[in-house]
T-cell receptor, first 114, second 114 residues
Framework: AQSVTQLGSHVSVSEGALVLLRCNYS??????LFWYVQYPNQGLQLLLK??????LVKGINGFEAEFKKSETSFHLTKPSAHMSDAAEYFC????????????FGKGTKLSVIP | SAVISQKPSRDICQRGTSLTIQCQVD?????MFWYRQQPGQSLTLIAT?????????ESGFVIDKFPISRPNLTFSTLTVSNMSPEDSSIYLC???????????FGPGTRLLVL
């Protein structure tokens, strides 16, 4: 069975500071990994994903994440936070090719302080 | 990615009543899913909506409480039956893109049961 752990239910950063949201997963097969963002009163928007190949993946809005198999991690980063980044971020894992079963982490709410 | 719409976007309902939520996609998709997001929680998969056959429900969810229809490849409905305040949640539909091996989410339906 898969699982996802997001460290920190709430993270606050200053505008312009580094954003680091942590995600660790467990999976019995090579996983596909996703980050979604949910802005207030909206649905989920895909930020980025890792399937195969390059372990550093770039997404929208300047976010990127690195798949580290040895650490079973897929942390999300952005060099400089913007006020518009304030939202809830969800990490999710699937069983890889052909599997649509997504397991979500509990989410991390990001606050950006002016 | 597909454009996904949901109706209604929000509703306030009395306990004991039922609400049907619609999910419309602008292109034919093979996989459609329904999720629940309880207040302050992550997403939980309710069921996979199968075109032309009965939905596949996850553990803890039953057809009598959450009947699902999928009459064609662009449309699905989820009914929340005999509602109680515990059913107050955001209900999201998603579609699976086989080529991109990714799920895309609708904007959600925010349900409050009094």
């Amino acid at each position: 069975a898969q699982s996802v752990t997001q460290l920190g239910s709430h993270v606050s950063v200053s505008e312009g500071a580094l954003v680091l949201l942590r995600c660790n997963y467990s999976s019995s097969v090579p996983p596909y990994l996703f980050w979604y963002v949910q802005y207030p009163n909206q649905g989920l928007q895909l930020l980025l994903k890792y399937t195969t190949g390059a372990t550093l993946v770039k997404g929208i809005n300047g976010f990127e994440a690195e798949f580290k198999k040895s650490e079973t991690s897929f942390h999300l980063t952005k060099p400089s936070a913007h006020m518009s980044d304030a939202a809830e971020y969800f990490c999710a894992v699937s069983d890889g090719a052909g599997s649509y079963q997504l397991t979500f982490g509990k989410g991390t709410k990001l606050s950006v302080i002016p | 990615s597909a454009v996904i719409s949901q109706k209604p976007s929000r509703d306030i309902c009395q306990r004991g009543t039922s609400l049907t939520i619609q999910c419309q996609v602008d292109s034919q998709v093979t996989m459609m899913f329904w999720y629940r997001q309880q207040p302050g929680q992550s997403l939980t998969l309710i069921a996979t909506a199968n075109q032309g056959s009965e939905a596949t429900y996850e553990s803890g969810f039953v057809i009598d409480k959450f009947p699902i229809s999928r009459p064609n490849l662009t449309f699905s409905t989820l009914t929340v039956s005999n509602m109680s305040p515990e059913d107050s949640s955001i209900y999201l539909c998603s579609v699976g893109n086989r080529v991109q091996e990714t799920q895309y989410f609708g904007p959600g339906t925010r349900l409050l049961v009094l």
